[in-house]
């Protein structure tokens, strides 16, 4: 089946510093890739759109200017926390739709970056 | 009102009982209802989907949907200690985005 993987998994920053977070599709080209943030105990919330080659859409109540999201290549999307502080600490998820399988819905999803504010 | 409702449990059962996990949904257009499983710190892995009304099987697995109610089911017959996680109702219209539900977590007990 279809793969997406993040890096990192894990990441400790310090408040006010900006990290970033890859999300890759490993077997397939992604045009649309999705990022979601997941609260402890919480479900996943869709963060933005992103559409290769082209602005990503931000959900409403979402920071376009805080969460910079690229979505440079067919495989590959970057969401970076920018001026990070301890309220970002979350689980953020991205997930990938592969166009060539068939189905408007379905969506891979990655295995997740935990990231902590400190 | 959240387009997608669950309850989030916790729901504790034993092992080798039949687990009932259910969500209810307002958005008419949705189309297609999915049921994903999360482990701990872990993205959610598709369990399976269905499209419109009706049953879909897949070992013990059982998926339903009913549009005319508005209600999503998922029951798991002999639940294992493997099956215990959280796990996510989602719904979408189309090419739209998904909507997850607030997800159950589930512990199945030895």
């Known amino acids: 089946g279809a793969v997406v993987s993040q890096h990192p998994s894990w990441v400790i920053c310090k408040s006010g510093t900006s990290v970033k977070i890859e999300c890759r599709s490993l077997?397939?080209?992604?045009?649309?890739m999705f990022w979601y943030r997941q609260f402890p105990k919480q479900s996943l919330m869709l963060m933005a759109t992103s559409n290769e080659g082209s602005k990503a859409t931000y959900e409403q109540g979402v920071e376009k200017d805080k969460f910079l999201i690229n979505h440079a290549s067919l495989t590959l999307s970057t969401l970076t926390v920018t001026s990070a502080h301890p309220e970002d600490s979350s689980f953020y998820i991205c997930?990938?739709?592969?166009?060539?399988?068939?189905?408007?819905?379905?969506?891979?999803f990655g295995p997740g970056t935990r990231l902590t504010v400190t | 009102q959240k387009e997608v409702e669950q309850d989030p449990g916790p729901l504790s059962v034993p092992e080798g009982a039949i687990v009932s996990l259910n969500c209810t949904y307002s958005?008419?257009?949705?189309?297609?209802f999915m049921w994903y499983r999360q482990y701990s710190r872990k993205g959610p892995e598709l369990l399976m989907y269905?499209?419109?009304?009706g049953n879909k099987e897949d070992g013990r697995f059982t998926a339903q949907v009913d549009k005319s109610s508005k209600y999503i089911s998922l029951f798991i017959r002999d639940s294992q200690p493997s099956d215990s996680a959280t796990y996510l109702c989602g719904a979408i219209q189309g090419a739209q985005k998904l909507v997850f539900g607030q997800g159950t977590r589930l512990t199945i007990n030895p």
């Open positions: 077997d397939f080209q992604a045009t649309t």
């Open positions: 997930s990938a739709r592969d166009p060539t399988s068939g189905s408007s819905y379905e969506q891979y």
């Open positions: 958005n008419s257009a949705f189309q297609y």
């Open positions: 269905t499209y419109s009304s």
